[in-house]
């Protein structure tokens, strides 16, 4: 089994290599990939060194799996080429996540939907991810009408220059700025570029990403996508409003059974999900489960996760563990 990761050097590509070394991921080569100016350098992985290589070397290598992580125009250039010569492609950029004939996974929700065909799988948007692992269920059980959400988003989302950013911003250090405005002691309501609707592309990527994984264009989903000065997870006030009447305590229980999710929700104790807790995490995080008292069959939702595990580098690996379990690759 070899395994290609692209990117590797980013954000991303090095939380990937840590997470396939943590869950013992059974590669026989690991092919690392970067830019031109980083080929040739090492990165090291269970102890060994493996020297980084470019993108034509890593084709000629055949490798069975490429995880991507390097950019939409990079994924859009490259991972056909790949697919050409063999290998089946995880792709963590927004490049192919709308392609209708591009799947678009979350192994707790839809990897059933894999096939041996699927030669490029589009891993969805961060916030999306952490959001549908918890929604799945409960819409299996009660059906989901309409989904508002707000999200509270970690720089790391954005890279190492956000990250460079806020702690320079903190240490009263100028340097070059990955968002318009300050960050530290700040909040601002803006992911991504605004489209003429108003919403920004992040807020569109959590309502069309959601019906697509989902595989149910009847939910309606609004979203407000905010960043704040904290590394370590995203998180999200999320309400529901299903079809069907619930028992609080029953979806308590179904969640608490429901694969890759943690319940954290004992507000007596001051116990719920926060993302110092969700960071380094590969589960997603869920509290504050409440009626919403303004509304019938509504409910409310706190849900955290580390947004480069479970949001990005976790749910990559996790595809591929599924391809080999099932034989797909």
């Not at 490798?63 to 991972?79: M, V, Y």
């Not at 392609?99 to 961060?126: F, G, Q, R, T």
């Not at 309502?207 to 000065?229: F, H």
Request: glycine share 6%; hydrophobic share 40%.
């Amino acid at each position: 089994m070899k395994v290609a990761v692209v990117g590797a050097t980013g954000l991303v590509g090095t939380v990937m290599l840590k997470v396939l070394e943590e869950r013992n991921f059974p590669l026989t080569e690991l092919i690392p990939v970067a830019s031109e100016k980083s080929v040739g350098k090492e990165i090291t992985f269970k102890g060994k060194k493996f020297p980084i290589v470019s993108m034509d070397t890593a084709i000629g290598m055949r490798p069975d799996i490429a995880l991507f992580s390097a950019g939409g125009n990079t994924s859009l250039e490259h991972a056909p080429r790949f697919k050409e010569a063999g290998t089946t492609v995880i792709d963590n950029s927004s490049a192919w996540r709308m392609d209708p004939s591009i799947k678009l996974i979350v192994p707790e929700v839809n990897a059933h939907e894999l096939s041996i065909d699927n030669k490029i799988i589009a891993n969805p948007n961060c916030s999306t991810i952490q959001m549908v692992v918890v929604l799945k269920p409960l819409h299996d059980k009660y059906k989901i009408k309409r989904v508002v959400v707000s999200t509270y988003q970690s720089v790391t989302g954005t890279g190492v220059k956000a990250v460079d950013q806020l702690m320079n911003e903190r240490n009263g250090i100028d340097g070059p700025k990955a968002y318009p405005y300050e960050i530290d002691l700040n909040v601002l309501p803006h992911i991504d570029v605004f489209m003429e609707n108003g919403y920004t592309k992040e807020e569109m990527k959590m309502v069309k990403e959601t019906n697509k994984i989902m595989s149910d264009d009847s939910i309606k989903v609004t979203a407000t996508t905010v960043r704040i000065p904290v590394m370590g997870g995203h998180s999200e006030s999320v309400n529901i409003e299903f079809e069907n009447d619930f028992d609080l305590a029953e979806v308590r229980s179904i969640l608490e059974k429901s694969p890759g999710v943690i319940v954290v929700d004992d507000v007596a104790n001051l116990k719920y999900p926060m993302p110092k807790d969700a960071h380094e995490k590969d589960e997603v995080f869920v509290g504050r489960i409440r009626r919403d008292e303004s509304a019938p069959k509504a409910l409310n939702l706190w849900i955290v996760a580390d947004n480069l595990r479970k949001g990005a580098a976790t749910n990559a690996v996790q595809i591929a563990e599924y391809l080999i379990q099932k034989e797909l690759v």
